[in-house]
Structure formats: structure tokens, C-alpha cells
């Protein structure tokens, strides 16, 4: 196959292959395939869960090994020991895939590392939490020091002003006040708090918690208490077991009896505050509980620092190893979940699989097996205490060739030569099967961004004709007709070229911004709107608003004896004789007052020329289509209708713009006719034309509607008529329908391949593997290796004339109405072309225009605010509003408009078993 035919109008041919190989190769066959990045393996354990599936111990191990390197990364990004890009220090994507034994040594290397900072983390957090709570308990003493030295009746009032807020106490908390402190049980006013016999309850608790402490305690002791909160500017655990940090008030609570007390307890216990007895006591013994806590709060200090500094060491040496590290488990990971799609065969000592690739990369693949095979069978024989089991091989002397023996698969295809024979096998065969493979367009950075708005749509059906290759030109070109202006397009471009320029620094960086990502992406798709947009521009003759004069006007204005510069007036514009503008829009247009009208008109029109030019060819797609697939009765009942349908409406409408255009009405000395009034006129009253626009006019519109009211019943009853007749037909011969028999048809040839091409490679001696179409089954399977129905077409399923009829009558109304409105559709060009045109002159003349004329220093800044003002509108507004709003119509041009015409968009996308994406 030729490479230069792979992928570029179409899908890459893909095949179907299995791999046979021994378990004691499979992880490295697998990890090799990885870095090819070539197979899109299939389940073949569908049925089973994932713990009934082979490897699951092993895939149990490594997640246990994520787990680790979790809490890993999540303690050096607590202690902020992460400065950089940890991915620069990444080298085991560029080392080979280690062995079983090395992945000993690594898990033991891991465990190692996770079990030291595991250990070091936890004294650091315990410390550290002793050290917090013993802070916490001088807060609580130093506030209760402070209490007792301050007068108690204005700490009440303030007290309950400050922080009691509920409108259902005030009676009560007033009566509490005038009460001056005195004992409710005792009767005695009590002037010394450290004298008294009551004692205080001290602690803290979160401060969102205060209130309903506060609403607690009035309700259940019935005011007989004394509450009082003071905040600490910290943040403290929640409680003793958990890590939870929250801002905290230090409550002291007095309250008599030591029942009412134990129930205060256990109310502030449960709400997770935190009470500390040795808060309790005279001022001396508070003084020493504080010197105590102090010293250790300063020994405890010491050793949390000595502790963290050893942490963080630790984590430091293993930051250099975590990106090579988490980059091995991952991938370990994926091969572990790529071997759990293998079958096992009868010995329970190979793994069968089976996966998607591009037909041109098998010899690639095949040739990589050999080589694997080859190095692991020398380093297996270099290594003396190393053995490993072999198969059941039946070797034949005269040709020293071994098959394999095995009774649940169909292996006899395969054969090696006897520099492989060995107890290492890893093979690799070519299935037949009319499955329908996955669609792969292959795309270089240039075209993956093109391709990308096709895939957004939908992923184009297997082999149909890729719209992608279209769009790397009719895309930015439909943008920039709405966008068409030289300076804005040349800011685009700007941008895109800033990208591009910089594109290795940008696509090494990770995380980046969702909108960023995006631009930068579509980086080369950006690049040519702005491009496209420059030549359009050009073609309008505007730039910022304005016209340039490059080339000589073909108008001239006279200037009549009489006129008045001052005054001014209305001048007329005479066409100088055969002179033309050479390319665009003559600059005499600019500031006229039929400027709007003339451009309205052209554009217009130009609307409709691109439409039917963009439907036309999109239609085209749907007749290469139909000739890939041998689909005949599309092309005659589909194509060819649908083509004369569309041609003798819009096209016939396309033709007589251009000849409109090409008449010289000013030298006929006619007004030009209207044309949309003529194309409506054609099909209520056939044969009449008011104002003929060439001669023959009647007729040729009386054949084209003839033409389009015959495409209609032709498009309805055709294509259900001969697939009846083609049905019939089978089931006369003996099958079931009219699919049995194609499928029929296909299996027969593609036996008849399979079986010349094995006959051509028998012939070969140096081949060492054929080509079987031997049916492969799988009891956890749930997909079989061949469909009953067609790969292409609509033809789907069993034989039902009545489906078949509706889905042309539905194909037949949405085909008319669609060439309708989706010709009207493309009108947008022209109405986005124009708004952006006329939002151009309103911000012109609204900013900077108004800086000119005036002179000196306010000339000068009110040239530099102005044009300031102008070009940062132009940027936010113009080019990135107006831009993104010309883009979408752009897409929605080519999704509905344009793929509606051809587009199948029923396949799946080809995703190949590779490590690029892992994120370390």
C-alpha cells in the first residue's frame, strides 16, 4: 500500500490481527506495543468483571502502589516542598520498560520511601498537634487572667451587648444584669470571683458553634450561669482527632454544683469543644500551669522544627525520583489492563488477543515481535539462574519448523522458524472478519486541529470520504468572508503567528487555561482565518474601516461651474470609458451614498455563489461515496435527482448572477431585472417572464422546472422499488433476503482472498506467517467475529419494505427543504460581512476619528487616549467578539449545511494502546 494513499481522503485501511503469546513475554510484548502506540486492542473478557479477570492481583498491587504515591504527593504539597515543574525531571518515558524482577526492586524501593515519610509525617503531625493544643491552653489561661483582672459587672453588660443578639432573651438577660452578680442559691453579692465557691469551666470551641452553645445552656440551666467568650485570631483543630483547622473563642463558664456542671460538660463535649481543667484554680496556680506550658510549647518547638526539617529532606530526595516513579506505576497500570483483555488458551501458559492497527504498520509490528522475541531469549540465556517452562511444541525435523498445540484456538496458520523455537513466543496473524474497524485519519500538527472540528461533529464511518481535508480550506475562507477586513486579519494573524512561534514553550506547559488551550490548539486554523481574512480585506478594499486607493478609480467625479466647496452639495460619478478597477471594490465607492446599497448587493449575491459552490461540492462527496462502496441504486436514486433537483433551482439562480454581473446595463441603457423575483415568479407561473434577463429565458425556465418536479417522485419511489425487486430476486434463489445474500457474497470473497493469498505465500519459504480467515471464538466474548449485516449502507438489519419507503420519504422532504433553506442559510455570509463592516466605521468615527484637527498638547493626548480607546475596543470587540461569532457560523456552515449532503458520521473513533497519556 502506498503511504501516500493512507489517511488523507479517507480512513486508513485497518486489519484485524491476534497475538499469540507465552505469559512469561506478554507483559513486555504488551509494554513494546505501548510505545509504538499502534493496536487498539479489543476486550475479548467482556463477560467477565474485573475481578474475575486474570491479572487482577497484580492490577491490586499497583493500586496499592498509587495509593502510596498519593499520599506522597499530597505531603510534599502540604509542606510546599513542589517549586517548578516536577515533569522536567521525568526520564523513564525515554528508558526501557523494566523487568519483573527491577519492578521487585521498585515496589520494595516505593515502600521503602512511603513507610520513612509515612512515619516522619505522622510524629510531625502528632507533635504538631500537641504543640497547637498547648498554645490553645495558654490562650485559654492568659484569657482567664485577663478576666479575673477586669471588672466583672462592665464585662457582663459589654459582655451580653456585645454578643447576645437574641431578641427571646433580652427580658432575661436584663433581669440577669440587675441582678449584680449576686448568687441565686447563696444570697450573698459576690465581689471576689477567686474567693467564691464557684467554679469555672474554661475551654474553647469553634466559633461558628458559640450560639448554640450560648441558646444551650440559658435554656437548660435557666440563666443560672455566668457565659463568657473571648476569639482567638488562630486557627486550632476542630478536636483531638481531627486535623480540621477552624477559628476558635475561648469560653469561661461559671456555674454552681457539681450536677449542673457534669451536664455543661458533656453539652460542650458534644458540640466538639474542648475543656481544660488546669484552667481551673487560684491566680498562682494558673501562673504555674502557665510557666509549665510554656516550656513545653518551646521544647515541643524545637523538636517539631527537627522534625519537619528531616521531612522535608526526605521529601525533597524523593521529589527527584516521583515523576520517573509515577510514570512506571501508570504504566504498569495500563499494561496490566491491556493484558486483562487477553484470552487465556487450553495450557493456561499463552494469552491470546486481538486489536485494531493501519494495514501499513503490520510488517512494522511483526518485525518488532521478532526482534522482542529475539532479546529476551538471548538475555534469558545469559542468565544462568533463570529458567522458564515450555510449551507442548511438536517440531518437525524436515522442515525444523514447531506449531503450537493448543485445542481452543486455531493456531495452525502460525509457524516459526528454528531461531525462534524456544519457550518465548510472541506472533502476530492477520484475521478476516466484516466487522466494521475503527475510522483513523492520520494528521500532523497542521491538520489534527482541521480534523478535530470534523470529529466534534461526529467520527466519519469506516473508508467515506473525510469532509476534513476540505475544511482546511473552505473554513477559514467561509470565516473570512464574514470577517473581511485587512487590518483586523493581519491582527489574527499576529496572534497566530505569536502562537506558532512559540509553540514548544506552550505545549510543554501543563495545566493550562481551558480558553488558552483552545487558541492554542487551533493555532494553524487561526492562522489561515487570518490569512483568508487579509485576502478578503483586500478584495472589500477596507482596512480599520477605511479604503485604500492602490490602484487608479474607473469613477470620476465633475464638478459643476457653480459649485461651492464651502457649502458643498450632492456630486454625481461618471464612469470613465473602458476603464475597470483591477481587482476588488473600486475605492470610489467608499463615502458615497449608495456605498450601502451597491455592497449589500454584491455581497449578497456573492452569499449565494459560495453556497451553491460549498452544497455542490459536498454533494459530489455523496457520488465518490457511493462509487467506493458499489452502491448503485444510491447513485441512481439519490445522486443523480438530488444533483438535478439542486442544479435547476439554485444553480440555474447561481448562473444568472454571474451573468448579471457580466452584463454592461449602464452601455444597454436597461435596468438590470430582479432576480429573486424571477426564481419565484418561475415556479408560480411557469413560461411568463416580466423582465427578460437573456434571450430563451421561457423556455429554459420551463425545462428546469420540469426537471425539479420530476426529481421529486424519482427520489421517492426509485431506491424502495429496486431493493423490492432486488429481494424478490434473492429469496427466488433460495435466501432468506436480500442481505443473507449479500453477506454471502462478501464472506465467499473474501474466502476466495484469504485462500489465494495463502496459496501465493506457501509458495514463498522465506514468509513465516499466513493469512487465515478460520473463525476465532471466545466464550467471554460478547461481540462475534462476524456481523450479519453489511458494513455500509443503510440497508441494516432484516428486510422491511416499509422502513425502506419511509426513510426515502423522509430523505426526500429533508433533501428538498434543506436545498431551500440551507441556500438562504448562507446569507449570513453577507449579513455578519456587513455588520462587521458597519461596527467597524461606528467605532472608527466614535474614538479616534474624533482626535483629528485638533492641534498642540491636547492634540496629542487626545490622540494617544483616543487611539488607546480605539485599538483595545478593536482587539475585545471586533476581532475577538466579531471573531468567535464568525467562526460559529463558519462551523455551523460546514456541520449543517455542507455534511448534511454526504456525511454518514456511524463510526467510531481509532484510540491505539500507548503511554502518551499519562500525566505524571
Known sequence: ??????????????????????????????????????????????????????????????????????????????????????HVNLRADMRPMPSTSEMDEFRTKLNDYHERIRHLNHSYGNLDSQKLKYIENRYVINTLNNFHRSS?????????????????????????????????????????????????IAGTIARDKVPVLRNILWRLLRGNLYFHDIPIDEEFPVNDKSTEMVYKNVFIIFIHGDILRSRVRKIIQSLDGIIFNNASGNADARRATLDEINDRIEELTNVVDNTKDQLITELKVFQELYPDYSYIVQREKLVYETLDKFDEDSTRRCLVGEGWIPSVDFEKIRGALRKLVKEKTRRDRRSSNQSSESLDISVDAETDTFVIDDSDHDVSGFEFNGEEAGSLIAVVNKLSTNRTPPTYHKTNKFTAAFQSIIDAYGIATYEEVNPGLATIITFPFMFAIMFGDLGHGFIVLLMALYLIVNEVAFGAMRNKDEIFEMAFNGRYIILLMGIFSMYTGFIYNDIFSKSMAIFGSGWEYVFPDNYDPQKGGTLTATKIKGKTYPIGLDWAWHGTENNLLFTNSYKMKLSVLMGYVHMNYSLMFSLVNYLYFKRRVDIIGNFIPGFLFMTSIFGYLALTIVYKWSVDWLGTGRQPPGLLNMLINMFLSPGTVEEQLYPGQKFIQVVLVLIALICVPWLLIYKPLTLKRQNDKAIKLGYTDLHSQRNHSMMLHEEEAALELERELNNDPTDEEVETDDEFR?????????????????????????????HQVIHTIEFCLNCVSHTAS???????????????????????????????AVGIIATVCLFAMWFSLTVCILVLMEGTSAMLHSLRLHWVEAMSKFFEGEGYAYEPFNFKSIDV
Open 778 to 806: 471466545f466464550p467471554n466474548d460478547i461481540e462475534p467475529m462476524f456481523h450479519s449485516a453489511a458494513a455500509h449502507g443503510d440497508d441494516h438489519g432484516e428486510f422491511n419494505f416499509g422502513d425502506i419507503v419511509i
Open 826 to 856: 448562507y446569507l449570513r455570509l453577507w449579513a455578519l460581512s456587513l455588520a462587521h463592516a458597519q461596527l467597524s466605521t461606528v467605532l472608527w468615527s466614535m474614538t479616534i476619528q474624533n482626535a483629528f484637527g485638533k492641534t498642540g
Open 1 to 86: 500500500m502506498n503511504a501516500s494513499n493512507e489517511a488523507i481522503f479517507r480512513s486508513a485501511p485497518m486489519t484485524l490481527v491476534q497475538f499469540y503469546v507465552t505469559i512469561e513475554l506478554a507483559r513486555e510484548m504488551v509494554g513494546m506495543l505501548g510505545n509504538l502506540g499502534a493496536v487498539q486492542f479489543r476486550d475479548l473478557n467482556s463477560k467477565l468483571t474485573p475481578f474475575q479477570r486474570t491479572f487482577i492481583s497484580e492490577l491490586k498491587s499497583i493500586d496499592a502502589m498509587i495509593s502510596q504515591l498519593t499520599f506522597l504527593r499530597s505531603t510534599m504539597d502540604k509542606l510546599g516542598t513542589v517549586t517548578g515543574d516536577l
Open 152 to 200: 466583672l459587672v462592665d464585662n457582663e453588660h459589654d459582655h451580653f451587648d456585645d454578643h447576645h443578639e437574641n431578641t427571646e432573651l433580652d427580658s432575661e438577660i436584663a433581669l440577669l444584669a440587675t441582678r449584680q452578680n449576686n448568687s441565686l442559691e447563696l444570697g450573698l453579692e459576690v465581689h471576689n470571683w477567686e474567693e467564691s465557691n464557684f467554679n469555672s
